[in-house]
């Protein structure tokens, strides 16, 4: 299996300030990969797809990029409303497999 | 408009199976490249993929549930169900099951989730 490893495990920042959060996967997944932000109690909703597509309705200070092994998150100007867990997951092999997690926390 | 909502037992014993029910609207799994996926979160493993049933009766299991899993569907009634047998405690936590395009690997919609709790 693909292993996704997700960096920082949590990370607290200020309104207004840019996070980052990145993913590493075992192998080449040549961009097959989205993010999810989750929500206590709530299930997963798609971010980002095919590294840096925005999904529907997401708002542009979300970004994704990277390419080969290395793939990252941008917040931008973060948003009080943006306090969630994030998570990457690789689509280009089965089975499809998940990042860790990054808990995103208003400092 | 995509929905889907998971339902189950809730709790269930050791060695007990666990049978889910995923009820959906807004799509047929009797269309082509439609597809319903299982995934669950759980404290020990994070997110993991565990199933997909295709409109053609196809699947996929994760190899290291393979053994333990079963997908089925009923297209006439928009369900799809994920059977696994002989839960231990590490099989607690929340399943959810999502809609699956073939030429798309990422979940776009999702259900709400249903907590499952194995405790003897």
């Known amino acids: 299996d693909i292993q996704m490893t997700q960096s920082p495990a949590s990370l607290s920042a200020s309104l207004g300030e840019t996070v980052t959060i990145e993913c590493r996967a075992s192998?080449?997944?040549?961009?097959?990969l989205a993010w999810y932000q989750q929500k206590p109690g709530n299930s997963p909703q798609l971010l980002i797809y095919?590294?840096?597509s925005l999904a529907d309705g997401v708002p542009s200070r979300f970004s994704g990029s990277g390419s080969g092994t290395q793939y990252s998150l941008k917040i931008n100007s973060l948003q009080s409303e943006d306090v969630a867990s994030y998570f990457c997951?690789?689509?280009?092999?089965?089975?499809?497999?998940f990042g860790a997690g990054t808990k995103l926390e208003l400092k | 408009q995509v929905s889907l909502k998971e339902s189950g037992p809730g709790i269930l014993q050791p060695f007990q199976t666990l049978s889910l029910t995923c009820s959906f609207s807004?799509?047929?799994?009797?269309?082509?490249?439609?597809?319903v996926g299982w995934i669950r979160q759980t404290s020990g493993k994070g997110l993991e993929y565990l199933a997909t049933?295709?409109?053609?009766?196809?699947?996929y299991f994760n190899p290291s549930l393979n053994s333990r899993l079963t997908v089925s569907k009923d297209t006439s009634n928009n369900q799809a169900f994920l059977k696994i047998t002989s839960v231990d405690t590490a099989d607690t936590g929340t399943y959810y099951c999502?809609?699956?395009?073939?030429?798309?690997?990422?979940?776009?919609?999702w259900g709400q989730g249903v907590m499952v709790t194995v405790s003897s």
């Open positions: 999502t809609q699956r395009l073939l030429y798309r690997g990422y979940f776009d919609y």
């Open positions: 807004g799509f047929s799994l009797g269309t082509s490249n439609m597809g």
């Open positions: 049933i295709w409109w053609d009766d196809d699947k």
């Open positions: 192998e080449d997944i040549y961009s097959n």
């Open positions: 095919d590294a840096n």
């Open positions: 997951q690789q689509y280009n092999n089965y089975p499809n497999t």
